[in-house]
């Protein structure tokens, strides 16, 4: 018996121990229990999560090919929902920003913090059907006094604009690319 076997039993024993003392294991027990229970509910939740992802970008991909097929003129709704989701990315209060369209012409207007003018534009003018974008923003050096440009606004995070699918993508990898490493080790 080497010495790997020998801390391995001690290990086991001390653990099962742990488990069944007859003081304190069946409260151990139970807490390890309902880990365990929202260890699974949490795991369902994050496969769900990416599986909707990737079933919604699968259709998005199939549409836009779609599209290409069949070029059209988009609706002004569209157009407006679309030019609001791209703001929502690009700006930190994108509620105080009007958005109105008529023919693919997009008019922009509402108070904006002066830096983020160019950002605001710069979205619209990117999305698909805008042919053409109109300023009519009212930029503030500072926002203080303006009550729609109060509050922190977005809040930022490096998985900011990250999908689901692609979090699960780079976590899987690093799981892999650790699994290699270890198995090398030993």
């Given at each position: 018996?080497?010495?790997?076997?020998?801390?391995?039993?001690?290990?086991?024993?001390?653990?099962?121990?742990?488990?069944?003392?007859?003081?304190?294991?069946?409260?151990?027990?139970?807490?390890?229990?309902?880990?365990?229970?929202?260890?699974?509910?949490?795991?369902?939740?994050?496969?769900?999560?990416?599986?909707?992802?990737?079933?919604?970008?699968?259709?998005?991909?199939?549409?836009?090919?779609?599209?290409?097929?069949?070029?059209?003129?988009?609706?002004?709704?569209?157009?407006?929902?679309?030019?609001?989701?791209?703001?929502?990315?690009?700006?930190?209060?994108?509620?105080?920003?009007?958005?109105?369209?008529?023919?693919?012409?997009?008019?922009?207007?509402?108070?904006?913090?002066?830096?983020?003018?160019?950002?605001?534009?710069?979205?619209?003018?990117?999305?698909?059907?805008?042919?053409?974008?109109?300023?009519?923003?009212?930029?503030?050096?500072?926002?203080?006094?303006?009550?729609?440009?109060?509050?922190?606004?977005?809040?930022?995070?490096?998985?900011?604009?990250?999908?689901?699918?692609?979090?699960?993508?780079?976590?899987?990898?690093?799981?892999?690319?650790?699994?290699?490493?270890?198995s090398k080790k030993f």
């Open positions: 018996m080497n010495n790997r076997d020998m801390l391995g039993g001690v290990a086991l024993g001390a653990g099962l121990a742990f488990l069944f003392d007859p003081d304190r294991g069946a409260r151990r027990r139970a807490l390890l229990r309902d880990k365990g229970v929202r260890l699974s509910r949490t795991t369902r939740d994050v496969v769900e999560a990416v599986a909707e992802d990737a079933r919604n970008r699968f259709c998005g991909v199939v549409a836009e090919l779609d599209r290409t097929r069949q070029p059209g003129q988009v609706s002004d709704d569209v157009l407006v929902a679309r030019v609001r989701s791209r703001l929502g990315r690009a700006v930190s209060h994108p509620h105080a920003i009007d958005v109105a369209a008529t023919n693919g012409i997009v008019t922009l207007r509402g108070p904006i913090c002066a830096g983020e003018v160019p950002a605001a534009l710069r979205a619209a003018a990117r999305t698909r059907g805008v042919c053409d974008v109109v300023n009519e923003f009212e930029p503030h050096a500072d926002s203080s006094h303006i009550p729609s440009l109060q509050g922190s606004g977005r809040k930022p995070s490096w998985t900011r604009g990250w999908s689901p699918t692609a979090l699960a993508a780079v976590g899987l990898t690093a799981m892999a690319v650790a699994g290699v490493v270890a």
